[in-house]
């Protein structure tokens, strides 16, 4: 992460700064300031990429994932049937819980399912 600094020289009630620059009083004492940079630099996140389309769902694990919103239960409820009918061979999981997934149960979701939607509402 680097790190960028301003150097200002403060003469009285003067200041000279990046183009700036006033007329000093003489009998004022120049105080130098560095001033620094909060914002940084922030590495960007890992990048995946997805994993290729299946080219066929039958025989397949689909996990549904929703956050457990009112009235929500009936829309997957339909997917979960639109699923059976289109592949009746299709096993449908469902999960459900916060917003945010998180790292332990996607791990399990990942070991459990080959594929999962993911919905949420609010």
Request: include cysteine; charge should be positive.
């Amino acid at each position: 992460m680097r790190n960028y600094a301003w150097i200002v020289t403060i003469v009285g009630a003067a200041f000279l700064a990046t183009g700036c620059l006033a007329a000093p009083s003489p009998a004022a004492p120049a105080v130098t300031l560095i001033v620094m940079n909060p914002r940084g630099e922030i590495a960007p996140p890992p990048i995946f990429a997805p994993r290729p389309r299946f080219s066929d769902l039958s025989g397949k694990k689909i996990g549904i994932y929703w956050n457990g919103k009112a009235g929500g239960n009936y829309f997957w409820n339909i997917i979960e049937q639109l699923l059976k009918e289109k592949l009746p061979n299709t096993t449908v999981v469902r999960y459900n819980g916060a917003y945010d997934i998180g790292d332990p149960l996607a791990a399990r979701m990942a070991a459990e399912v080959d594929a999962f939607i993911y919905g949420v509402g609010d």
